[in-house]
Structure formats: C-alpha cells, structure tokens
Nanobody, 123 residues
Framework: QVQLVESGGGLVQAGGSLRLSCAAS????????MGWYRQAPGKQRELVATITSGGSTNYADSVKGRFTISRDNAKNTVYLQMNSLKPEDTAIYYC?????????????????WGQGTQVTVSS
C-alpha cells in the first residue's frame, strides 16, 4: 500500500510563514503529479498548487507570489513554502499524489491523499 504523511502545519500570525511537507512511501513505481489542496470550514476543497515530475508548477491565483511548491523526487516528497500568510489561508491542507505501481505484472495508476494538516492564521 501507499501512504502520504504530511507535516508542518500549525498556528501562525498573519504575515508569517510555514512550510508543509508530504512524504510518500510504500509500493511506488513512479510518482507523476503531486500537489496541495485545502479545505476551509463550510467550503469545498480547492487546489492550491501542483507540480509535475518534471518540475512544472501551477498555482491558484489566490496564492501566486506567496506560496512555492517544490519536490524531491529521490525522497518522494513534496513541499509547500507558504509566506505572507493571511487569515483566509486558514484551512486543512491535503497532499495529493498520482502514483503508478505494479502488482502481479499489472500497471496501476491511482490518486492518493494524505490525512490533512491544519493551518491556522490569526489576524
């Protein structure tokens, strides 16, 4: 099985910074895109940022210029550096990874999610 384990959430004042990490482990042949999503109370889950295996990135307009996504392919880990945090960034942040693995000679591709990490930004 595959697991995504997130870390780095917490409470920070507006204008502060946090760095989230998400490490994938288990039966992994390759990881395609990885990304971060967030869900605030009473709202739907939304995309924050994604990064392909080749390093191409995509950001939500609300975080452009403040957040940076990166990954370490050797460690199967994706990071989210969050600067200039605002109260509206408060949410549970979820890691996502598109993972390819083989089982009994068959190829599988599946989307995995982490358990989520709380980010709270106080005003």
């Amino acid at each position: 099985q595959v697991q995504l384990v997130e870390s780095g959430g917490g409470l920070v004042q507006a204008g502060g910074s946090l760095r989230l990490s998400c490490a994938a482990s288990g039966r992994i042949f390759s990881i395609n895109a990885m990304g971060w999503y967030r869900q605030a109370p009473g709202k739907q889950r939304e995309l924050v940022a994604t990064i392909t295996s080749g390093g191409s990135t995509n950001y939500a307009d609300s975080v452009k210029g403040r957040f940076t996504i990166s990954r370490d392919n050797a460690k199967n880990t994706v990071y989210l550096q969050m600067n200039s945090l605002k109260p509206e960034d408060t949410a549970i942040y979820y890691c996502n990874a598109e993972i390819t693995y083989y089982s009994f000679g068959r190829r599988y591709e599946y989307d995995y999610w982490g358990q989520g990490t709380q980010v709270t930004v106080s005003s």
